[in-house]
């Protein structure tokens, strides 16, 4: 499988048919552009390009978004301007937790640190398994562990407090005392 397959088949776990997504990228500049689920092999073509041009950070938006974005770049990639912002979800499918060792600014995790952020991964897919939610899908995040769960809810405030809670009470239960982990949730 090339990398191009494997990530046209990741997007396609969390992008439905009929959704549309945006790809954003961090190098020397920001880029961005807006893709709907027909033109995902596009848009990982674009993923391969900007992370080959030296972009350190590409990612994308697994939650729904309004479609009115696909007019400000339509199945291409080009300077950002302005971005999808969390008003732009239209509800949240994926609960994303994202577990990192907590370590000095513009630093790369160590190999220990990422063991013990993997540690924590696996206490926290435990604990939300005990209540009830299970099948996330786990990848790394370079330096540490996301886990995603599929989830159908509003994108609201009343969602929003909700997963902050859940993720505070995680962070309590889950933190690693040994190489301290934190845990968060990207909103998109």
Known sequence: MTELE????DL???VQKGQITELRAFGEQCYSGWFDYDKLHEMARAAVELEHAGCRGVYFMPNPINHELLSRRKNEIGIAGKCTTDADILERHWLLVDVD?????????????RR???QVALHVQSAMLAA?????VIASSGNGWH???PVRVPNNEATKEQFRSLLNGLDKRC??????SELQSRQY
């Open 6 to 9: 494997r990530i046209e088949g």
């Open 12 to 14: 396609r776990l969390f």
């Open 101 to 113: 060792p907590v370590r000095p600014k513009d630093s790369n995790a160590t190999d220990d640190e």
């Open 116 to 118: 013990a952020a993997w």
């Open 132 to 136: 009830g939610l299970s099948n996330p």
């Open 147 to 149: 886990l995603s769960y």
């Open 175 to 180: 933190r690693s005392e040994e190489h301290t």
